[in-house]
Every structure is written in structure tokens, then in C-alpha cells.
């Protein structure tokens, strides 16, 4: 088993930037890929962003690109997705997950095994 504890979410203005943490524990050695996700009200939970936790390759979707960044610190087991230019659709409770996805389904909620609880991230305009 993994456990995923997310922390840094809060209420922000649009513009403003967050940095959003993630720390592993358990049997991490098991994971390849650390992933956020976010879940807005009404709406089904979408993929932001992954990282390999060897290789340190990233993926992103369309619309944050260019906005944010997702790294990790393997020495702490944790990762973080810095949030610049944030926008108020931006606004969601956002996810960690942990998993071995093939890297065509990098995006994909069912190739995760390992979720976090969410941390809240509402973005005023």
C-alpha cells in the first residue's frame, strides 16, 4: 500500500500562484508514476498533471501548460505541482494519485492505484 497526503491548497485571486504538495509513504518503491488530478463541482475528475518518479519525465494537460509545473524531491517522497497565473476554472479539489501506468494512459484516472484525500484550490475572479 501507498498513502498520499496532499497539502498547500487554499482561496487565491486570479493571477496569484500556489504550490500544492504531495508526500508518499508505504511501499513507494512499488509506484513509477506520481499524478494530479482535479475534480471541479459537477464535473468529472480530469488529469493536470504526471511526473516518473526515476526518470523525471513530465506530461501535462493542454491547459495548464505553460502555467504550471509539476516536480518531485525523491530524497522527502514528495511531489509538488507549482501554480502560476491561476484562473478562476481553475477552481477544483485536487488530487494526488500514484500508480504504474503505461504511458499511452498516462492520463487516465483507472491506471492508478493510489489516491490522496484532496486539497481544495478556489480561484477568484
Known amino acids: 500500500q501507498v498513502q498520499l497526503v496532499e497539502s498547500g491548497g487554499g482561496l487565491v485571486q486570479a493571477g496569484d500562484s500556489l504550490r500544492l504538495s504531495c508526500v508518499a509513504s508505504g511501499r513507494t518503491f512499488t509506484v513509477y508514476t506520481m499524478a494530479w488530478f482535479r475534480q471541479a463541482p459537477g464535473k468529472e475528475r480530469e488529469f493536470v498533471a504526471a511526473?516518473?518518479?526515476?526518470?523525471?519525465?513530465?506530461y501535462y494537460t493542454d491547459s495548464v501548460k505553460g502555467r504550471f509545473s509539476i516536480s518531485r524531491d525523491k530524497a522527502k517522497n514528495t511531489v509538488y505541482l507549482q501554480m502560476n497565473s491561476l484562473k478562476p476554472e481553475d477552481t477544483a479539489a485536487y488530487y494526488c494519485?500514484?500508480?504504474?501506468?503505461?504511458?499511452?494512459?498516462?492520463?487516465?484516472?483507472?491506471?492508478?492505484?493510489?489516491w490522496g484525500q484532496g486539497t481544495p484550490v478556489t480561484v477568484s475572479s
Open positions: 494519485a500514484a500508480g504504474r501506468p503505461l504511458e499511452r494512459y498516462t492520463y487516465s484516472t483507472r491506471q492508478y492505484d493510489y
Open positions: 511526473i516518473t518518479w526515476t526518470g523525471g519525465m513530465t
